[in-house]
């Protein structure tokens, strides 16, 4: 009997050291997450994905037709937002936002000269907006409010048919006088103030460059010499090509496009006195119909990428954003001598200068 207790008691005492080392036994190994969270900063959220689907942009575009065109098509390519574009020169677009003020069809005004944004900030046909890509561009290329971004850069010039110049013994216009010489009479062709950016930035340094009283005696003289006015600031550059003209004044940008093209009798120079620039823009226009795709569309216009586009379709103008490489079709241009050009004090007066250019050369705006 006691034996059996004895083994009986055995028995319990193996059961239970047996089950405390189960117990004891280390448990399965886990496999760690390594997955990691990015952190948000404090008092940041973190941005949704924009849908885009169901965005249009209209844009009002200054340069080069097929600049607008190739830029539009790679900004919808990229973004899915459905863009189109109407070309004008600036002061078509100006007149055009003017009396669509209160009831705008288009978003964003892409390219032309700054005085012309200037002009229409005066009278609230802009918005700012500081795009995070503006940051590193220049302030002599901005706003300071953010109202207009600089894109570009172009030089004002002097364009004229080589083979008109042998055939008649003349030599290229090298100064803003030389315009006046007796022999370029009915030879001259330019843009109209009133209509075209190219040919105020004309107007607007002839009278900063002389003074308002010698400037505008000079400009009536050189309405003598005017053969036609035309309505867009680059048709100068194409007429001489083709022979219709002598000389003109143009971008000089513009007429390496030309050359580029085939014009090969198109040869440049600048006034020794010294030119005016002009600096192409971008702006959000006030009560466009959808300002986050306008806001977008500046964003992308800012970048490195989108500035040297231009250059692929025969824009041949100098770029705002560090780091964007300049086309070496304007290389031939890098030296011309320019004067300090008031931008502020070109698109603040922009409307009482064009009026007084009306008055005193008894021209009209050409339409086409």
């Known amino acids: 009997m006691n034996r059996k207790i004895i083994s009986l008691f055995l028995v319990m005492v193996l059961v239970l050291v047996s089950l405390v080392g189960c ?18 900063p404090e008092g940041e959220t973190v941005p949704e994905a924009i849908d885009t689907s169901d965005m249009q942009l209209t844009i009002y575009a200054g340069m080069f037709e097929e600049h607008a065109a190739k830029a539009v098509q790679q900004f919808e390519e ?8 109407v070309r004008m020169s600036s002061g078509e677009t100006l007149a055009r936002i003017r009396a669509e003020k209160d009831n705008m069809t288009a978003s964003v005004w892409y390219g032309g000269p700054a005085d012309a944004f200037i002009a229409a900030k005066a009278e609230g046909l802009v918005v700012p907006y500081i795009s995070p890509e503006s940051l590193d561009i220049d302030a002599q290329f901005k706003d300071p409010e953010g109202y207009w971004t600089g894109i570009y850069v172009g ?9 008109w110049l042998d055939a008649n013994g003349l030599e290229m216009p090298q100064s803003w006088a030389d315009l006046l010489k007796p022999e370029f009479k009915n030879e001259f062709v330019t843009a109209h103030p009133g209509s075209s950016g190219t040919a105020y930035t004309m107007l ?21 010499q005017v053969r036609q006015y035309t309505k867009s600031g680059t048709a100068p550059g194409r007429m001489i090509g ?31 006195e010294g030119t005016g620039y002009e600096i192409g823009a971008v702006a959000i226009l006030a009560n466009g119909p959808d300002q986050e795709a306008a806001k977008m569309f500046v964003d992308w216009a800012l970048t490195k990428e ?11 103008q100098f770029h705002t954003k560090p780091g964007a490489e300049n086309p070496e079709q304007a ?14 004090w070109a698109g603040n007066n922009r409307t009482a200068n064009v009026e007084k250019f009306l008055e005193m050369t008894k021209t009209t705006i050409p339409t086409e």
């Open 155 to 163: 030089y004002l010039g002097f364009v004229g048919n080589q083979e």
């Open 204 to 224: 607007a340094t002839v009278l900063q460059l002389m003074g308002e009283e010698e400037g505008y005696a000079y400009m009536q003289k050189l309405n003598e």
């Open 23 to 40: 117990a004891s036994a280390p448990a399965a190994e886990v496999e760690e997450d390594t997955t990691t969270v990015e952190e948000v």
């Open 306 to 316: 989108a500035q040297e586009l231009g250059q692929t379709v025969g824009s041949y």
């Open 331 to 344: 290389k031939p241009i890098e030296g011309t001598k320019l004067i300090d050009y008031d931008f502020v």
């Open 78 to 85: 990229e973004t899915g937002i459905k863009t189109e574009f």
């Open 242 to 272: 083709m022979g219709e003209a002598g000389i003109g004044v143009t971008f000089l940008h513009d007429a390496i496009k030309y050359k580029e093209e085939g014009y090969k009798d198109i040869v440049i120079s600048a006034p020794s």
